[in-house]
């Protein structure tokens, strides 16, 4: 089993940076793909990033050239620096992760642990 857990949400003007970590434990977390993906009110889950277990990294078109996903496996965590912030990446966020070599990291069905989420808003 592994247990996630987010954190560094918060409130940020536009064009202001976060930065989110995915803190793992249970398991040595650089054999698992991990992502982020985020969910606004009314509005169904939507993929952010992903990190492969190659270290290979992906990003939603919306998010492209303004977040970076990271890995630290000594920390066992995984982070998510977002730049230029919009309001319209006001969310919450979650961090998922899987142990196996999955289709599609951009779909959230393939992950199999999932962290409570951490609440990031954007004020224009």
Do not use: H
């Not at 940076?17 to 889950?45: D, I, N, V």
């Amino acid at each position: 089993q592994v247990q996630l857990v987010e954190s560094g949400g918060g409130l940020v003007q536009a064009g202001g940076s976060l930065r989110l970590s995915c803190a793992a434990s249970g398991r040595t977390f650089s054999s698992y793909a991990r992502g982020w993906f985020r969910q606004a009110p009314g509005k169904e889950r939507e993929f952010v990033a992903a990190i492969a277990i190659g270290a290979s990294t992906y990003y939603a078109d919306s998010v492209k050239g303004r977040f970076t996903i990271s890995g630290d496996n000594a920390k066992n965590t995984v982070y998510l620096q977002m730049n230029s912030l919009k309001s319209e990446d006001t969310a919450v966020y979650f961090c998922a992760a899987v142990n196996r070599i999955i289709r599609n990291l951009r779909s959230g069905g393939g992950y199999d642990y999932w962290g409570q989420g951490t609440q990031v808003t954007v004020s224009s």
